[in-house]
């Protein structure tokens, strides 16, 4: 999926879109200063609502075990509802 947004000036690209899961207006709502650091968000929908969750590249000294962009497929089955919609944003940086 080739979809950009910028939000307060950093640029994400939507690179999984699965089952309809990206809605740019809730995504842009949701989007606060915490996750300003992370160089992936996944949102999820459960009950109506969207969730975020933020994941650093394995690169970044950040990284932790809980958010290894490495083990997001383990987060998505493990702590999404089952088949739910869900999309993934990877921050897009300036060179």
Same mark, same amino acid.
């Given at each position: 999926? &080739? ?16 089952? &309809? ?52 497929? &383990? ?21």
């Amino acid at each position: 999926m &080739d979809k950009t947004v910028t939000i307060e000036d950093r640029n994400y690209e939507i690179t999984l879109n699965y089952k &309809d899961g990206y809605n740019e207006e809730e995504f842009i709502s949701k989007m606060t200063e915490y996750f300003t650091d992370f160089d992936y968000i996944v949102g999820d929908w459960a009950y109506g609502k969207m969730r975020l969750k933020g994941f650093h590249d394995a690169s970044n000294s950040k990284t932790t075990d809980i958010n290894n962009f490495d083990k997001v497929n &383990d987060y998505i089955q493990n702590n999404c509802a089952y088949g739910c919609r869900h999309f993934i944003a990877k921050r897009l940086y300036n060179k």
